[in-house]
């Protein structure tokens, strides 16, 4: 029977390869070389990075400030607000590309290790057998959704070599938000993340499900389809943002209806040796680290208690993707 088997990957992969690319850098992109001085929402950037240093996020609270506008401004506003994001959208992929130009032989020198030493050794000895249990049946296939724009996942994995009797089955990954010349998604989750009085279609022109049905090429259907057919997901780089709950809420509908399980791969340099030392600390950590995935439910404790045995959590591992 077939084992299906998905990662989902975020900014921390660029990151660890270091890349430039938290939105952090980017703001000092366009500060230096004085880009689209007009364009407000660059200002407000300039006036609070911290704010913005989740951009879609603020962008999604920036919207509210339309609310406080005369009612024959706030249409231009909208429509301004669009000619803005536009220019944002393309000052990003030009610097994202300039980053993967910069940095085009890092990827050659990783390695992406879908092995019990790579993705969950870290685990506990009862933990890793739970995982070992999915693995013994073949073929395995390997999916990726990645919401980066950036390539540098195609080029690691796609350098892979797995021997054809270990039964793997690379795939390549979804790009669910576009990429650097294409379909470059920004926006937001939904409709309550954003000013309620604007049109219907400038709304939907901020919501990622929507711009993203509006391909018509079949990316959320194969999303759902790819998330339905999965025993295991794994989180890399990802800080399970509010803007990407359209997808968070359909792996929490998996995991009830599936019964299958999860490991998220945390970063955090705030992991100290009194989170080690302690057990109870520790495992209030892991609690934390898997309500950023089930604060995005309306669950009861209950609910979230009844699931928490079916979600693991690594930090700061060394061993998923790895340089020479």
């Not at 900014?11 to 880009?35: C, Q, W």
């Not at 021997?163 to 939904?190: A, C, K, M």
Request: zero cysteines; aromatic letters at 12%; hydrophobic letters at 35%.
């Amino acid at each position: 029977m077939a084992v299906n088997v998905t990662f989902i990957i975020g900014n921390g992969l660029d990151l660890s390869l270091n890349l430039e690319t938290k939105y952090e850098d980017f703001y000092k992109f366009v500060k230096t070389n004085v880009l689209h001085p007009e364009n407000r929402i660059y200002g407000e950037i300039n006036n609070d990075p911290k704010t913005w240093s989740d951009f879609e996020t603020a962008l999604g609270q920036y919207t509210f400030g339309l609310k406080n506008l005369p009612a024959d401004k706030k249409k231009q506003a909208t429509l301004t607000l669009h000619e803005e994001l536009d220019e944002i959208r393309k000052d990003l992929a030009q610097y994202l590309l300039e980053q993967e130009a910069i940095n085009n032989e890092l990827p050659d020198k990783y390695k992406f290790r879908f092995t019990a030493s790579g993705f969950y050794e870290e685990l506990s000895p009862e933990l890793r057998d739970i995982i070992t249990s999915y693995l013994s049946d073949k073929p395995v296939y390997i999916n990726f959704i990645t919401l980066n724009y950036t390539d540098t996942l195609e080029k690691i994995i796609n350098g892979v070599e797995i021997n054809p009797n270990y039964g793997y089955r690379f795939r390549q990954p979804q790009h669910i938000h576009g990429n650097l010349y294409e379909d470059l998604t920004l926006g937001v989750s939904d409709e309550s993340q954003l000013y309620d009085g604007m049109p219907q279609q400038e709304k939907d022109d901020l919501i990622k499900e929507a711009l993203i049905a509006s391909r018509y090429d079949g990316s959320l259907k194969k999303l759902s389809t790819t998330i339905t057919a999965s025993s295991l997901i794994v989180f890399y780089g990802t800080s399970i943002g509010s803007t990407d709950k359209y997808i968070w809420e359909q792996i929490i509908n998996w995991l009830f209806a599936r019964k299958g399980h999860i490991i998220i791969h945390r970063y955090d340099d705030t992991f100290l040796d009194s989170v080690r030392l302690s057990r109870r600390n520790h495992n209030d950590y892991i609690r934390k680290a898997q309500n950023s995935l089930l604060d995005h439910a309306d669950l009861s404790e209950e609910q979230k208690n009844s699931v928490r045995p079916q979600i693991f959590v690594i930090h700061n591992t060394t061993k998923l993707f790895t340089g020479d």
